[in-house]
């Protein structure tokens, strides 16, 4: 199976959970792409930077940080540029300050799903990480299971 994780991560966050995912489907002799969109600006109003190709990947994992309390302005951008002509498996990581995904968690697992499964994409597993919580590295934990979960019901 061809997985590919499509991510934003500005301060790294995210990036840090995608790894150890990475490294639980490697220890299972998987293959993993990862494909970060770029921003053209941190400081000031972000823009995406590249278009990467989500249908190249069997199962890709997209992943975003929540900014200004709804999904960031860079995965929004992709998505609306994003485009599939086939079928493809998908599952959704946000991470975010807050504990409460109701300051932007929510929304911005509401606003992926929503252009993804237009594009075709089929959702088979959503996660979110507060990175303010104290359990964060117990909630961490239990979304790369979900995920991991979620391919391992691909075969
Ligand atoms: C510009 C900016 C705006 C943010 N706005 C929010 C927000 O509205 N709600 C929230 O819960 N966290 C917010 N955060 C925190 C990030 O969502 C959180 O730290 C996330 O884990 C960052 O992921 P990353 O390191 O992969 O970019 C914001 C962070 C930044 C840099």
């Given at each position: 199976m061809n997985i590919g994780f499509i991510y934003y991560s500005e301060t790294g966050h995210t990036l840090s959970v995608l790894e150890q995912l990475k490294n639980a489907l490697e220890k299972e002799g998987r293959n993993v792409r990862m494909v970060p969109l770029l921003c053209d600006?941190?400081?000031?109003?972000r823009h995406l930077g590249n278009r990467p190709d989500i249908?190249?990947?069997d199962f890709v994992v997209i992943a975003s940080p929540v900014q200004a309390f709804q999904l960031c302005q860079v995965m929004k951008e992709y998505l609306k540029v994003a485009f599939s002509t086939h079928q493809f498996k998908y599952a959704l990581l946000v991470t975010q300050q807050l504990k409460n995904a109701f300051w932007g968690g929510n929304s911005a697992i509401r606003r992926m799903r929503k252009d993804i499964d237009a594009m075709g994409g089929l959702c088979m597993a959503e996660t979110i990480v507060?990175?303010?919580?104290?359990?964060r590295d117990a909630q961490a934990k239990e979304a790369i299971e979900a995920i991991v979960d979620a391919i391992h019901e691909q075969e």
């Open positions: 600006n941190t400081k000031g109003v249908a190249e990947f507060h990175w303010g919580a104290y359990d």
